[in-house]
Protein backbone atom coordinates (compact mmCIF):
# COMPACT_ATOMS: atom_id res chain seq x y z
CA UNK A 1 0.00 0.00 0.00
CA UNK A 2 2.71 2.25 1.25
CA UNK A 3 4.93 1.62 -2.52
CA UNK A 4 2.15 2.56 -4.55
CA UNK A 5 -0.04 5.34 -3.02
CA UNK A 6 -2.60 2.56 -2.11
CA UNK A 7 -3.71 1.20 -5.08
CA UNK A 8 -2.91 -2.38 -6.63
CA UNK A 9 -1.16 -2.30 -10.07
CA UNK A 10 -1.97 -4.10 -13.18
CA UNK A 11 0.50 -7.06 -13.74
CA UNK A 12 1.09 -9.09 -16.98
CA UNK A 13 -1.19 -11.47 -17.51
CA UNK A 14 0.31 -15.15 -17.11
CA UNK A 15 -0.14 -17.80 -19.74
CA UNK A 16 -2.86 -20.27 -18.54
CA UNK A 17 -5.95 -20.33 -20.64
CA UNK A 18 -5.53 -20.81 -24.66
CA UNK A 19 -2.37 -21.26 -26.56
CA UNK A 20 -1.40 -18.38 -28.67
CA UNK A 21 -4.16 -16.16 -26.87
CA UNK A 22 -3.29 -12.43 -27.84
CA UNK A 23 -3.17 -11.61 -23.98
CA UNK A 24 -1.23 -14.03 -22.53
CA UNK A 25 1.65 -13.02 -21.22
CA UNK A 26 1.40 -9.38 -22.87
CA UNK A 27 -1.99 -7.48 -21.54
CA UNK A 28 -1.41 -5.86 -18.09
CA UNK A 29 -3.95 -5.98 -15.51
CA UNK A 30 -5.73 -6.92 -12.37
CA UNK A 31 -7.56 -10.01 -12.10
CA UNK A 32 -10.83 -10.55 -10.67
CA UNK A 33 -13.22 -13.01 -10.41
CA UNK A 34 -17.03 -12.58 -11.17
CA UNK A 35 -18.30 -15.50 -9.44
CA UNK A 36 -21.29 -15.16 -7.03
CA UNK A 37 -23.60 -17.79 -5.20
CA UNK A 38 -26.59 -18.30 -6.57
CA UNK A 39 -28.75 -17.91 -3.30
CA UNK A 40 -26.69 -14.63 -1.95
CA UNK A 41 -25.51 -12.58 -5.13
CA UNK A 42 -22.65 -12.14 -2.81
CA UNK A 43 -18.68 -13.70 -3.24
CA UNK A 44 -18.46 -17.80 -2.44
CA UNK A 45 -17.28 -18.61 0.79
CA UNK A 46 -14.49 -20.67 -0.56
CA UNK A 47 -12.20 -19.10 -2.86
CA UNK A 48 -8.99 -20.66 -5.53
CA UNK A 49 -7.56 -17.36 -5.60
CA UNK A 50 -6.15 -16.96 -2.16
CA UNK A 51 -6.69 -16.82 1.56
CA UNK A 52 -7.94 -13.02 1.02
CA UNK A 53 -10.19 -11.44 -1.14
CA UNK A 54 -10.62 -7.85 -1.81
CA UNK A 55 -14.32 -6.99 -2.55
CA UNK A 56 -14.98 -3.90 -5.07
CA UNK A 57 -18.85 -2.57 -5.85
CA UNK A 58 -19.05 -3.61 -9.98
CA UNK A 59 -19.67 -0.10 -11.05
CA UNK A 60 -16.33 1.07 -9.60
CA UNK A 61 -14.70 -1.24 -12.46
CA UNK A 62 -17.53 -1.63 -14.96
CA UNK A 63 -19.72 1.16 -16.02
CA UNK A 64 -20.53 3.15 -19.29
CA UNK A 65 -16.90 5.16 -19.20
CA UNK A 66 -15.65 1.50 -19.47
CA UNK A 67 -15.17 -0.92 -22.85
CA UNK A 68 -15.45 -4.68 -22.35
CA UNK A 69 -13.78 -7.16 -24.10
CA UNK A 70 -13.48 -11.40 -24.78
CA UNK A 71 -10.04 -12.65 -23.96
CA UNK A 72 -10.58 -15.72 -24.37
CA UNK A 73 -12.14 -19.56 -23.18
CA UNK A 74 -11.23 -22.43 -22.23
CA UNK A 75 -10.93 -25.39 -19.76
CA UNK A 76 -8.70 -27.02 -18.01
CA UNK A 77 -9.29 -31.05 -18.92
CA UNK A 78 -12.55 -30.82 -16.24
CA UNK A 79 -16.29 -29.93 -16.73
CA UNK A 80 -15.85 -26.41 -15.51
CA UNK A 81 -15.47 -24.01 -18.36
CA UNK A 82 -13.74 -20.18 -17.97
CA UNK A 83 -14.11 -17.44 -19.64
CA UNK A 84 -11.58 -14.26 -19.42
CA UNK A 85 -13.14 -10.58 -20.36
CA UNK A 86 -11.09 -7.27 -20.17
CA UNK A 87 -12.44 -3.84 -18.76
CA UNK A 88 -10.44 -1.06 -19.98
CA UNK A 89 -11.42 2.38 -19.05
CA UNK A 90 -12.16 4.27 -22.14
CA UNK A 91 -9.09 5.77 -24.09
CA UNK A 92 -6.71 4.00 -21.48
CA UNK A 93 -3.43 2.26 -22.38
CA UNK A 94 -5.14 -1.03 -21.86
CA UNK A 95 -8.07 -0.09 -24.26
CA UNK A 96 -5.92 0.22 -27.04
CA UNK A 97 -4.27 -2.52 -26.50
CA UNK A 98 -7.49 -4.32 -26.81
CA UNK A 99 -8.69 -2.70 -29.45
CA UNK A 100 -5.97 -3.98 -31.43
CA UNK A 101 -6.40 -7.70 -30.52
CA UNK A 102 -9.87 -8.89 -28.81
CA UNK A 103 -13.47 -8.50 -29.97
CA UNK A 104 -14.97 -6.00 -28.16
CA UNK A 105 -18.33 -6.64 -26.46
CA UNK A 106 -21.89 -4.70 -26.10
CA UNK A 107 -21.58 -3.51 -22.16
CA UNK A 108 -25.28 -3.62 -22.06
CA UNK A 109 -25.75 -6.84 -24.75
CA UNK A 110 -23.68 -10.10 -24.35
CA UNK A 111 -23.61 -13.39 -22.81
CA UNK A 112 -20.65 -12.97 -20.10
CA UNK A 113 -21.16 -9.91 -18.19
CA UNK A 114 -23.61 -6.73 -18.77
CA UNK A 115 -24.35 -3.44 -17.49
CA UNK A 116 -27.44 -1.13 -18.31
CA UNK A 117 -29.07 1.89 -16.15
CA UNK A 118 -32.62 0.91 -14.77
CA UNK A 119 -34.86 3.96 -13.57
CA UNK A 120 -31.35 5.55 -12.81
CA UNK A 121 -29.46 2.83 -11.31
CA UNK A 122 -26.72 0.39 -12.81
CA UNK A 123 -27.94 -3.07 -13.02
CA UNK A 124 -25.71 -5.94 -13.81
CA UNK A 125 -26.07 -9.37 -14.91
CA UNK A 126 -23.03 -12.27 -15.48
CA UNK A 127 -23.24 -15.64 -16.47
CA UNK A 128 -24.02 -18.48 -14.07
CA UNK A 129 -22.87 -21.21 -16.42
CA UNK A 130 -19.32 -20.69 -16.52
CA UNK A 131 -16.37 -19.07 -14.35
CA UNK A 132 -15.97 -15.66 -15.11
CA UNK A 133 -12.72 -14.16 -14.78
CA UNK A 134 -12.12 -10.12 -15.78
CA UNK A 135 -9.13 -8.01 -15.83
CA UNK A 136 -9.23 -4.65 -15.32
CA UNK A 137 -6.21 -2.69 -17.26
CA UNK A 138 -5.77 0.07 -15.13
CA UNK A 139 -4.70 0.60 -11.27
CA UNK A 140 -7.35 0.38 -8.11
CA UNK A 141 -7.43 2.60 -5.37
CA UNK A 142 -7.67 0.11 -3.16
CA UNK A 143 -9.91 2.55 -0.51
CA UNK A 144 -12.85 1.73 -3.12
CA UNK A 145 -13.51 -1.51 -1.62
CA UNK A 146 -12.61 -4.28 1.09
CA UNK A 147 -9.98 -6.76 1.52
CA UNK A 148 -10.75 -9.58 4.61
CA UNK A 149 -9.76 -13.17 4.81
CA UNK A 150 -12.24 -15.59 2.90
CA UNK A 151 -14.58 -17.61 5.54
CA UNK A 152 -14.31 -21.12 3.55
CA UNK A 153 -11.73 -22.86 2.33
CA UNK A 154 -8.64 -22.56 -0.13
CA UNK A 155 -9.38 -24.33 -3.28
CA UNK A 156 -6.13 -24.82 -4.29
CA UNK A 157 -7.21 -27.61 -7.72
CA UNK A 158 -9.12 -24.84 -8.75
CA UNK A 159 -6.59 -22.61 -9.43
CA UNK A 160 -6.14 -21.62 -12.83
CA UNK A 161 -2.44 -20.15 -12.28
CA UNK A 162 -0.42 -21.06 -15.60
CA UNK A 163 -3.37 -23.50 -16.48
CA UNK A 164 -3.07 -24.66 -19.86
CA UNK A 165 -6.31 -25.30 -22.30
CA UNK A 166 -7.83 -28.86 -22.64
CA UNK A 167 -6.61 -29.02 -26.53
CA UNK A 168 -9.27 -32.32 -27.24
CA UNK A 169 -12.27 -29.86 -25.55
CA UNK A 170 -15.36 -30.58 -28.13
CA UNK A 171 -16.90 -27.33 -25.85
CA UNK A 172 -14.02 -24.88 -26.13
CA UNK A 173 -12.23 -25.70 -29.11
CA UNK A 174 -13.53 -24.94 -32.55
CA UNK A 175 -12.11 -27.12 -34.60
CA UNK A 176 -12.35 -30.32 -32.61
CA UNK A 177 -15.17 -32.41 -33.69
CA UNK A 178 -17.20 -30.09 -35.71
Given at each position: ?7 MQ ?22 F ?10 P ?13 A ?10 L????F ?8 Y ?6 P ?11 R ?8 N ?10 V???H ?5 I??V ?7 L ?9 G ?11 K ?14
Amino acid sequence: REHHGNAMQPSVKDNSGSHGSPISGKLEGIFFSCNTEFNTGKPPQDSPYGRYRFEIAAEKLFNPNTNLYFGDFYCMYTAYHYVILVIAPVGSPGDEFCKQRLPQLNIKDNKFLTCDEEDGVMVYHHAQDVILEVIYTDPVDLSLGTVAEITGHQLMSLSTANAKKDPSCKTCNISVGR
